[in-house]
Structures are given as C-alpha cells and as structure tokens.
T-cell receptor, first 114, second 110 residues
Framework: DAGVIQSPRHEVTEMGQEVTLRCKPISGHDYLFWYRQTMMRGLELLIYFNNNVPIDDSGMPEDRFSAKMPNASFSTLKIQPSEPRDSAVYFC????????????FGPGTRLTVT | GIQVEQSPPDLILQEGANSTLRCNFSDSVNNLQWFHQNPWGQLINLFYIPSGTKQNGRLSATTVATERYSLLYISSSQTTDSGVYFCAVKGAYNTDKLIFGTGTRLQVFP
C-alpha cells in the first residue's frame, strides 16, 4: 500500500490567500484525521471523519478553517483567508477503525504564510 | 482528559549506546503507539503496543497497562535514530482522540 498521501508537501502563500491541503487515506480505512504541528502547541487534532462524515471538529481553530471528505479516498483542509499564525505542518492520518486500531500518518504539508 | 508525560525531554548519546525512553499516562488506555519523527518531519510508526512487549530489530517496547507506563528501548543507537520520539494514547473510556506526549528529542553523535 502507498500509505497516506498528502499534497502539496510544501506551500508558501501570502496572508489573505486561500490554501487547500489534500489527503488520500489508506484504502479501506474508515477514519481520517487532520492534525496540526507547531513548536508552541505540539501535535493538535483538528478534525476527524468516520465513513466520510465529520465526527468531531472541536479542534478546528476558527471559522477560517474548513474540512471536507467528499468520498472515501479524498479529503481537503481549507484555510480562507490564511494568516501568518497558520504556518505549521499539517498532517493527515487514517486508521481502519476508531478505538483500538493503529493510526498511520502521511508525510505532512509544511505551510508558510507570509 | 488523559495526560501523557514523556521522559527525558532530551537525550544525547554517542553511537553504539543504549537508551530507555519512558511514557507515563494518567488513565486506562486501549491504544498506545510509539512514533519516531525523523529530522525531515515524517512521523513513522514504531509500535502499536497497548500492553505487553514487542521487538523490532534494535528497538523494543514494553507497556505495563496496569501501572500506566510504557518504555521504548533503543539498543546500539545509530545516527539515523536521531529525531523526536512520541508516545500517543487513546483512553479506554474515550476512544475518540489520540493524545500525544510532548516527546523525547534524541540526538545520536558518531
């Protein structure tokens, strides 16, 4: 299996621009998670989906952030408008089931907002 | 919520040395994973070990769930072992989220 795939790997954008991050989970996995990693806050769970349905978005920092999962093999995380404090590494992860099952992480997208 | 503490926060070793990393958690868990974040930022799964002992090459891990801790052993360390090691758990009573510790930063010098 190719593992979790994320694109782009690096994104540099100017403040105010829209940013879209993409994720393809491992085939057959029912759960998809979006995380953000910064030096100050470590790894934070932003939102997760079960069978394409958002279950918990309490970690989404504000209304500028939105996430969708239109089908079992694709998800997006959108920031509009972007701000410099959104600069971070964004990880996508998937697992075959919630609870006692292992999560697998993608390579991450390093976002820099200038 | 469940708390996860890792120690030591930083570790500096010479190549060939052995080390033990510790993860303490504050409540019952049904999932515990160890990850290695390499210098390029990738999070690599090392072990899925909610209880018991596992070994993979020079690495091994033990989780004593009843005493709420896990240990990661690295033997004959190599420079490629450098990076940050994270422990992450899911509480047995709330399986929604994987809670990460703050990590142990390991530097291995030749």
């Amino acid at each position: 299996d190719a593992g979790v795939i994320q694109s782009p790997r690096h994104e540099v954008t100017e403040m105010g621009q829209e940013v879209t991050l993409r994720c393809k989970p491992i085939s057959g996995h029912d759960y998809l998670f979006w995380y953000r990693q910064t030096m100050m806050r470590g790894l934070e769970l932003l939102i997760y989906f079960n069978n394409n349905v958002p279950i918990d978005d309490s970690g989404m920092p504000e209304d500028r952030f939105s996430a969708k999962m239109p089908n079992a093999s694709f998800s997006t995380l959108k920031i509009q408008p972007s701000e410099p404090r959104d600069s971070a590494v964004y990880f996508c992860a998937s697992s075959p089931r919630q609870g006692a099952y292992e999560q697998y992480f993608g390579p991450g997208t390093r976002l820099t907002v200038t | 919520g469940i708390q996860v503490e890792q120690s030591p926060p930083d570790l500096i070793l010479q190549e060939g040395a052995n080390s033990t990393l510790r993860c303490n958690f504050s409540d019952s868990v049904n999932n515990l994973q160890w990850f290695h974040q390499n210098p390029w930022g990738q999070l690599i799964n090392l072990f899925y070990i909610p209880s018991g002992t596992k070994q993979n090459g020079r690495l091994s891990a033990t989780t004593v769930a009843t005493e709420r801790y896990s240990l990661l052993y690295i033997s004959s360390s190599q420079t490629t072992d450098s990076g940050v090691y994270f422990c992450a758990v899911k509480g047995a009573y709330n399986t929604d989220k994987l809670i990460f510790g703050t990590g142990t930063r390991l530097q291995v010098f030749p």
